[in-house]
């Protein structure tokens, strides 16, 4: 039975079969309704002819969501006591992401930021929270100055993030910029003295659960979009072609993500920072796979009013980058061999190059994934000797 109020102390990197927690995926599940969210405003954004305003905001808003998330996944990694007052805290920052989620639309539409830092503010609060509380309990004077340094930061940069309530538009990207690059400093500078004791197995499959997430709100939302366009305008040859590519592609995604362990990588802070902060790019690519797809959708029934090419890119431009950041931040260290490293790359071109098939564009980038997968696959068989050549 759940205690009302237990000591909030460090957890050992140490500990075997370490897990998800059941809050953990209730708490992933609910970040996807702001993942979806945003996805569904950059779609509205594209189809009305305004990518580059569309991704700017994206870029803006996906960081709030993954950056609450990302700080919540290491925090209980390190220190999750499971008590009543620990799930009454993790229930708040939910609640502040679906706050957040519901000003997704005017952020994107009115450049109004107030509900979604309302959002963010309920979410960075808590966490600060739980600082406290750990510092409270903490060992040493080191691990309790890191846990006050963690509070502090958090805070501190919610103040700065004010000013995007006030800056006039053109302003509002650099301001972001800058409070995003505060934010990124916090872990760097609480933990330069004593790193918090997160545990590595636990990390790899907390990232790669909300991978899973991401990846299947891309299938759900590319199912929407075919199945609508299909009721209302009887274009199922046209469908055919992106329905099975971006199945393809979601596969594909999927297999090169999880074909290492990626635990494996976690070695140290220096390794945690960078991997956990490079899954921004991972995480934000494979949401706007499903945003791309639903695209080239209304693209083919006529409802975005784009080209053909600007549809098709934002399919393969996402999934490019998909590919290429898995690769940079962890599937090359597991390659042997100039051919098995040059697999990602090399798919990551081809599908940028099929963006010019016209209709055909994300069959062919879905064939071409495939065919990565497969040729990692054929490549790693032939060196199972090395005991480190992976398929993909």
Same mark, same amino acid.
């Given at each position: 039975m759940t205690q009302p109020f237990l000591p909030l102390t460090a957890r050992s990197r140490e500990e075997s079969h370490r897990t998800a927690t059941p809050l953990e995926l209730f708490f992933d599940l609910c970040f996807v309704v702001a993942v979806a969210q945003a996805g569904a405003a950059l779609v509205h954004a594209v189809a009305e002819g305004?990518?580059?305003?569309?991704?700017?905001?994206?870029?803006?808003?996906f960081f709030a969501i993954w950056w609450a998330w990302m700080n919540f996944t290491w925090f209980a990694s390190a220190y999750d006591n499971d008590d009543v007052l620990y799930r009454v805290i993790t229930l708040v920052q939910i609640a502040g992401v679906l706050i957040l989620a519901a000003g997704v639309s005017r952020a994107f539409e009115e450049h109004d930021f107030l509900v979604v830092y309302l959002g963010y503010l309920v979410m960075r609060v808590a966490l600060a929270s739980q600082w406290l509380r750990a510092a409270r309990h903490a060992a040493s004077a080191e691990e309790r100055t890191m846990c006050r340094r963690y509070a502090g930061g958090v805070l +501190?940069?919610?103040?700065?993030?004010?000013?995007?309530? %006030?800056?006039?538009?053109?302003?509002?990207?650099?301001? %972001?910029?800058?409070?995003a690059l505060a934010e990124l400093a916090v872990p760097v500078y609480a933990e330069k003295d004593a790193p918090s004791t997160w545990h590595p197995h636990h990390i790899a499959e907390r990232y790669g659960l909300f991978t899973i997430i991401v990846l299947?709100?891309?299938?759900?939302a590319a199912t929407? &979009?075919?199945?609508?366009? =299909?009721?209302?305008?009887d274009a199922?040859?046209?469908?055919?072609?992106?329905? $099975?590519?971006?199945?393809?592609?979601?596969? $594909?995604?999927w297999w090169i993500y999880f074909v290492v362990p990626a635990h494996d990588r976690l070695t140290d802070s220096r390794q945690g920072f960078?991997?956990?902060?490079?899954?921004?790019?991972?995480?934000?690519?494979?949401? $706007?796979?499903? $945003?791309?797809?639903e695209i080239a959708v209304e693209q083919a029934v006529g409802k975005a009013h784009i080209s053909t090419l600007a549809a098709s890119a934002s399919v393969t431009i996402p999934t490019a980058?998909?590919?290429?950041?898995?690769?940079?931040?962890?599937?090359r260290y597991f390659k042997v061999g100039l051919a098995q490293q040059a697999v990602l790359p090399g798919a990551a071109l081809a599908i940028l190059l099929c963006s010019f098939a016209g209709g055909?564009?994300?069959?062919?980038?879905?064939? =071409?994934?495939?065919?990565? =997968?497969?040729?990692?696959? +054929?490549?790693?068989?032939?060196?199972?000797? +090395?005991? +480190?050549?992976? &398929?993909s």
């Amino acid at each position: 039975m759940t205690q009302p109020f237990l000591p909030l102390t460090a957890r050992s990197r140490e500990e075997s079969h370490r897990t998800a927690t059941p809050l953990e995926l209730f708490f992933d599940l609910c970040f996807v309704v702001a993942v979806a969210q945003a996805g569904a405003a950059l779609v509205h954004a594209v189809a009305e002819g305004h990518a580059g305003e569309g991704v700017v905001n994206y870029a803006m808003v996906f960081f709030a969501i993954w950056w609450a998330w990302m700080n919540f996944t290491w925090f209980a990694s390190a220190y999750d006591n499971d008590d009543v007052l620990y799930r009454v805290i993790t229930l708040v920052q939910i609640a502040g992401v679906l706050i957040l989620a519901a000003g997704v639309s005017r952020a994107f539409e009115e450049h109004d930021f107030l509900v979604v830092y309302l959002g963010y503010l309920v979410m960075r609060v808590a966490l600060a929270s739980q600082w406290l509380r750990a510092a409270r309990h903490a060992a040493s004077a080191e691990e309790r100055t890191m846990c006050r340094r963690y509070a502090g930061g958090v805070l +501190t940069v919610q103040l700065g993030w004010l000013s995007l309530l %006030f800056v006039p538009d053109g302003a509002l990207p650099w301001v %972001f910029l800058v409070m995003a690059l505060a934010e990124l400093a916090v872990p760097v500078y609480a933990e330069k003295d004593a790193p918090s004791t997160w545990h590595p197995h636990h990390i790899a499959e907390r990232y790669g659960l909300f991978t899973i997430i991401v990846l299947g709100e891309s299938v759900a939302a590319a199912t929407v &979009a075919v199945k609508s366009g =299909v009721v209302e305008n009887d274009a199922l040859n046209e469908l055919l072609p992106i329905a $099975a590519g971006g199945l393809l592609i979601v596969f $594909a995604a999927w297999w090169i993500y999880f074909v290492v362990p990626a635990h494996d990588r976690l070695t140290d802070s220096r390794q945690g920072f960078l991997w956990g902060y490079g899954h921004f790019v991972i995480f934000m690519s494979a949401a $706007a796979i499903g $945003a791309g797809l639903e695209i080239a959708v209304e693209q083919a029934v006529g409802k975005a009013h784009i080209s053909t090419l600007a549809a098709s890119a934002s399919v393969t431009i996402p999934t490019a980058v998909f590919l290429l950041s898995v690769w940079l931040l962890h599937a090359r260290y597991f390659k042997v061999g100039l051919a098995q490293q040059a697999v990602l790359p090399g798919a990551a071109l081809a599908i940028l190059l099929c963006s010019f098939a016209g209709g055909w564009a994300v069959l062919s980038a879905g064939l =071409v994934a495939a065919a990565a =997968v497969a040729v990692g696959v +054929t490549l790693a068989a032939r060196a199972p000797a +090395t005991g +480190t050549g992976r &398929a993909s």
